[in-house]
């Protein structure tokens, strides 16, 4: 049950979430893709904790797979970031369609341990995550 079991943390997430769109910061932001004016995916990048460049979360809407939307919101955190730094993100172990598509914009798994979600309710469920890294090109480093 996504709510727990008082119906705690629907309420809870939606408080954070507003703080978090509320917040005016060039180094945090969320893009999204609409189809004939709907939303249909977005994409979510963070500067995290140790400052490194992260993708967070990306979805598109089931009905909006396989027309090119995904890609597109991963092209736009790449050319938001630039090139110049390692850009990380996490995923589910076992999806591999997830996996595929993020190996086909170069990133590759790391051998970092990825801990748990610190306060994630304990009626949701944790699933095991690798962590993967896309790292600089070598032609903007001027290593060519």
Do not use: C, H
């Not at 709907?38 to 990306?58: H, L, S, T, Y």
């Not at 993100?89 to 990825?114: C, H, M, P, W």
């Not at 748990?116 to 060519?144: F, N, W």
């Amino acid at each position: 049950m996504a709510q727990g079991p008082n119906g705690e943390y629907v309420p809870r997430r939606i408080a954070y979430l507003k703080e978090q769109l509320g917040k005016d910061d060039s180094a945090e932001t969320t893009f999204v893709a609409k189809l004939d004016g709907k939303v249909v995916g977005f994409i979510d990048p963070r500067i995290d904790e140790q400052n490194r460049r992260r993708v967070g979360a990306i979805y598109v809407a089931p009905e909006a797979q396989g027309k090119g939307i995904g890609s597109k919101l991963m092209n736009q955190v790449l050319d938001w970031y630039g090139r110049d730094q390692d850009i990380y993100l996490e995923v589910v172990s076992y999806n591999q369609n997830a996996i595929n598509f993020y190996k086909r914009f170069g990133f590759v798994q790391t051998d970092a341990v990825v801990p748990s979600e610190e306060g994630r309710p304990s009626y949701l469920k944790t699933l095991p995550q690798i962590e993967m890294v896309l790292k600089p090109d070598a032609t903007l480093r001027g290593d060519v």
